[in-house]
């Protein structure tokens, strides 16, 4: 039995679910998620305890993988519409600049044009300086579409290991390399 998929997921006050076959719907207080889930895999909502259970039907490979994987994602959802999500991102570098232009997010990098970043529905970016560095706050319910958007503001200019300038996540270490030394 998996270890992550057997554990009940609690439902706080003000989260209600509902499951009609293989579509899970959550509702909180920041909003709504939806979502359908393989069919070897039931979800299963018990209201006067106030827990979401998710069991398997068959004990194969596939099922037993399924089986922690919707329980994680089940539990992702009720996470986000209770709290939301959200990733920070830093900005280093001497000439680089993030700045807002109504939702979309506007970067001033080495390229000869400005990177422009519009986020979707439901997710929410804000920049602010912090001394030199410009930080980039990506928020919103779904955790998957705050990574993902987080994940593709840092490849527009990844963390270079010379001098470490390019966009990070906050707290991320950089590996730097030495540099060529003169003889």
Do not use: W
């Not at 679910?17 to 939806?34: D, S």
């Not at 006067?48 to 398997?56: A, G, H």
């Amino acid at each position: 039995m998996s270890r992550v998929g057997k554990k009940p997921i609690e439902l706080p006050d003000g989260v209600t679910a509902e499951v009609v076959g293989t579509h899970v719907k959550i509702v909180g207080p920041k909003g709504t998620l939806e979502r359908d889930v393989h069919e070897a895999i039931s979800v299963k909502v018990n209201e006067q305890d106030r827990v979401i259970n998710v069991s398997r039907s068959s004990e194969t490979a596939t099922d037993r993988s399924l089986h922690g994987l919707v329980r994680s994602l089940v539990a992702n959802m009720v996470e986000g519409v209770t709290n939301g999500y959200k990733k920070v991102l830093e900005l280093h570098g001497v000439t680089y600049r993030a700045t807002m232009q109504g939702r979309n997010l506007n970067l001033q990098l080495r390229f000869t044009h400005p990177v422009i970043i519009e986020p979707p529905d439901g997710i929410s970016i804000e920049c602010e300086r912090r001394g030199q560095i410009d930080q980039i706050t990506v928020s919103g319910i779904n955790k998957e579409t705050v990574g993902e958007i987080a994940a593709r503001i840092r490849h527009v200019l990844g963390p270079e290991p010379y001098k470490g300038t390019g966009i990070r996540y906050k707290g991320e270490h950089v590996r730097r390399k030495a540099g060529k030394t003169g003889l």
